[in-house]
């Protein structure tokens, strides 16, 4: 069976969405001709190349024009002055567009920099004079050194005139995501689909795609042309060749589309109606992923058949073996029954549909997911990720990181270990379906993915890294000489000691992030979190401590919040920037889901009635619920955000936070001491730690230390022993050290295994030595609880 998982468009562009390469690597265990191909990433240089610029112009010319006129006739000048500014410099735009995307991609001509940075004759937007404004306002001229920030702001402009001039469902990183979100209907979200990006720009990546079909069986058809420079990869689309070829229908053929976000919906749907249109019953057409999960779990509309075959749901690979093994792919129509997570459309003789409900439990497809789950290693060998921009859009380093760099990622365990958040979607697969994977083949299966794609980044996907495999994962990186760097969701939890942090820094971790939600102690225990803000305290010092950048995620307006919980939450929060042990976080508004806690309490308690009368606010996508009162606090939004910001990039941090708003609020009830007096108590644990140490549990410990340098007599002084730790310089008189230094070698992460059993061995016949490697503790030294 050939399979062709695709990936939609718009989402996050400087690397590919994981969903394609799990279920590749999944069909091709179960013997499938399988591969996958990332449209987002042709979507954006079928636009962004020199040929789909020339192309928007020429669709867009006129109207931006005339939008020019109207702007200017209502005294908006400003807005009349940017669209004439597009269409005037619109030559410079299809110029320069190829070099800014090579820029982003980690190539172009070094020299050409210094042109676009300083030729009066390069093209410019608002967002790119911003950006060179603030430079002068910060006293410095701008160098190459800020080309990538330049042409990401560069991008930015062009995607505002689309939005303005040419398609408003248009955004960078999702499309049309309010109308999946928000749409009563499935009939009015139809009529959305033919909106002008999908019907100039992505049907001619959807031709060119469907016209590579008769390659399919060589398993390398759908590759995103890894053997092209990013420039030159519109040359392929039938923009630039100047139409399509006929497109050729395949024997048999399941495509897969994956659809992460609610920004991906109506491009995946734009996908599905194009294939059935071109390819017939030859390929059966199925749907997925988180948005499908949460949303569409109850989407029977018989419309849908227009368009899909068939919705998988969770992880997918129990619905997919349960398809591959059943006779639908064949047309068969004789005994068609439910599937296992799979709800099928099947068209009638008469004209009519059949929609066939889901199993939704079976014993043995959830043992088979999960021995999947436990083994499986994402396959990546369609992806070129050298063709992917690497956009820097915020100079907070945490930000950084999200986009820039083009990050193999994965997961170290499907769903959440904690899985009891009250106001999370606790009753579905993503998030209560927790299983581990084997970690050390899938360790190995990444190092050979970055070495064959020259990417050593790691961003792994987990709802919450378990820290048991994180450590695992960390100490074969070591082991193999630390070639991967990688970061992640965790929880801030006492788990996370400042010995754990050091370890995983030296180890290769450099970020992660985490939600607080609610920085309180009462609103922690209301939303069932399962730490305390004195623990979240400890885990974020000892992150930072080990060089770990650090984000949180914030939630305000709580089914139960008050202005003042609120504050109190900001209060706290803007502690924590303050005592510098956050580089980032965001707030979201809470949006109360029909598969959460809370939710399913409210059921089972008979207080339905929390919840407005106008449920859901689609429909169609059905998640997604209102409850009463949430309006008050919408205004709380815009302050939350503006003081955030300034925090990130440390401005105004002594500000009190009643001063950020424009209405009445109550003052905080935290102390403004509160996160120091934490900090206080943590440091002072840390230096009690080391009393821990003893026989039996001398097994978990390790020398991160630099190694100790022997300093002769100077002015009298006694030799004695130096080395870093965590950058400071640590001293031992050579009595106390010289007998431990051949173990220390020994005891990094990095040594054989034989070498570390044979150290600690030594050691635990020996008190005297872990005597003495008690004064070594947070010098070098750390002591591990697992």
Known sequence: MKVLTIIPPIMQLNTAYPSGAYLTSFFKTENCEASWCDLNIRLFYEIFSAAGLRRLFELSESHALQLADQAESKGDDNTAFNLRRYISQKENWIEWIDFITAVLCGGGAREKEHQFLYSPFAPRGSRMENYLSQLAENG??????????????????????????FDPQFSLVRYAESL?????????????????????????????????????????????????????????????????????KPDSLLICISIPFAGTFLPALYTARYVKENLGSSAFVCIGGGFVNTELREASDPALAKYIDAISYDRGYGSYH?????????????????????????????????VTEPLWQSPDFEKFENEITAKIIPDYSDIDFSIYPRMCDDANSMHRIWTDGAWIKAYLAHGCYWHRCAFCDTSLDYVCGYKPTDIEPLYNGLLKTAREKGVYGIHFVDEALPPLALKKFALLNARAGNPLYFWGNVRFEKTFTKDLAAFLSYCGLGGVSAGIESATGTGLESINKGTDIASITRACCAFKEAG????????????????????DSMETLRQFFEAGLLDSAFWHKFVLTRNSTVYNQWQKAGTLDLVSSEEAS??????????????????????????????????????????????????????????????????????????????????????????????????????????????????????????????????????????????????????QLIKQLKKLHGRGLVILDF
């Not at 770990?548 to 504050?567: C, E, K, R």
Request: proline share 6%; net charge neutral; hydrophobic share 40%.
């Open 140 to 165: 410095r001229d701008p160098t190459v050194d800020d080309m990538r920030f330049l042409c990401s702001f560069a991008l930015a402009d062009l995607s505002d005139y689309i939005t303005v001039a």
């Open 180 to 248: 999946a979100v928000d749409t009563r209907t499935f009939s009015d979200f139809e009529a959305q689909i033919n909106s002008p990006v999908m019907e100039h720009f992505y049907k001619p990546v959807l031709e060119s795609l469907l016209q590579e079909l008769p390659a399919a069986s060589g398993g390398r058809a759908f590759r995103c042309s890894a053997d092209a420079p990013a420039a030159s990869l519109a040359s392929l689309s039938p923009v630039a060749a100047g139409g399509a070829a006929p497109i050729p």
């Open 322 to 354: 349960a398809l591959l093994n059943s006779e639908i792919l064949k047309r068969s129509l004789r005994g068609v029954e439910g599937l296992y997570k799979l709800r099928l459309f099947t068209a009638q003789p008469d004209g009519s549909v059949k």
């Open 548 to 567: 770990i950048l650090v984000h949180a995620y914030m939630i305000y307006g709580f089914w139960n919040d008050s202005p003042q919980t609120i504050i």
């Open 618 to 767: 689609s429909a169609f996508a059905r998640n997604n619920l209102h409850f009463k009162g949430e309006e008050k606090f919408n205004k709380f939004g815009a302050p939350l955000e503006t003081a955030l910001n300034c925090w990130m990039h440390g401005d105004r941090l002594d500000q009190h936070v009643q001063k950020w708003f424009d209405f009445q609020v109550p003052k905080p009830t935290v102390n403004r001491t509160f996160i120091n007096n934490l900090i206080e108590e943590y440091e002072q644990k840390n230096r009690q730690r080391a009393a821990t140490l003893n026989e039996k549990n001398a097994a978990n410990i390790w020398w991160l230390g630099g190694s100790p340098v022997l300093c002769g007599s100077v002015n009298g002084n006694q030799k004695e022993y130096r080395w870093l730790y965590l950058m400071e310089e640590q001293t031992a008189p050579v009595a106390n050290l010289e007998s431990l230094i051949p173990l220390l070698k020994s005891l990094r992460p990095e040594a054989p295994e034989a070498d570390r059993s044979t150290a600690l061995s030594k050691l635990s016949k020996s008190p």
